[in-house]
């Protein structure tokens, strides 16, 4: 979404905060519940995750998930916005709950033998979060955020 490279990566920003924020407070909770240290652990831990997210985003998820959407709707001839949208959410979404869910896993126990029980699992709890919280809060949000910010000329019919 978005006209430059610039609103490109403004939405690009703001997706993965809030993805991360919504999934590090997920993952925290799962792992901590709700103790004294959840908030003091999440400004702690969000911020590397975020960073991380968004290298992984920008450098490695964004354009294979892109592509294969892409090809897909072009395949299929999709016109409907809210399913290119849905397409293309849900491709970065299965891509980034892949990588960071390794990132999870390395964070909990290290590059041990470990690390082969538990990755499977991380994925499958934060898949199981990931998508909805995308494509029914995050996405909604993102997109309506951006439209104030950068709001597009109205075309004449």
């Known amino acids: 979404m978005g006209e430059t490279r610039f609103?490109?990566?403004?939405?690009t920003l703001l997706m993965c905060f809030f993805m991360v924020l919504?999934?590090?407070i997920y993952n925290l909770y799962l792992a901590v519940g709700p103790s004294g240290r959840f908030f003091h652990i999440l400004l702690r831990d969000f911020w590397l995750g975020f960073a991380v997210a968004?290298?992984?985003?920008?450098?490695?998820?964004?354009?294979?998930?892109?592509g294969l959407a892409l090809s897909i709707i072009e395949k299929r001839q999709i016109?409907?916005?809210?399913?290119?949208?849905?397409?293309?959410?849900?491709?970065?979404?299965?891509?980034?709950?892949?990588?960071?869910?390794?990132?999870?896993?390395?964070?909990?126990?290290?590059?041990?033998?470990?690390?082969?029980?538990?990755?499977?699992?991380?994925?499958?709890?934060?898949?199981?979060?990931?998508?909805p919280l995308n494509l029914l809060i995050v996405n909604p949000l993102v997109r309506f955020l951006h439209k104030k910010t950068f709001p597009q000329p109205e075309a004449v019919h």
Do not use: Q
């Open 79 to 131: 016109t409907i916005l809210p399913v290119k949208v849905i397409l293309i959410s849900s491709f970065m979404v299965c891509g980034m709950v892949l990588c960071m869910s390794l990132y999870g896993a390395v964070k909990a126990v290290g590059f041990t033998p470990g690390i082969t029980g538990i990755y499977p699992r991380i994925v499958l709890f934060n898949i199981i979060a990931a998508l």
């Open 22 to 24: 919504g999934m590090t």
């Open 54 to 66: 968004l290298v992984l985003d920008v450098f490695i998820v964004s354009k294979p998930a892109k």
């Open 7 to 11: 609103e490109r990566f403004v939405f």
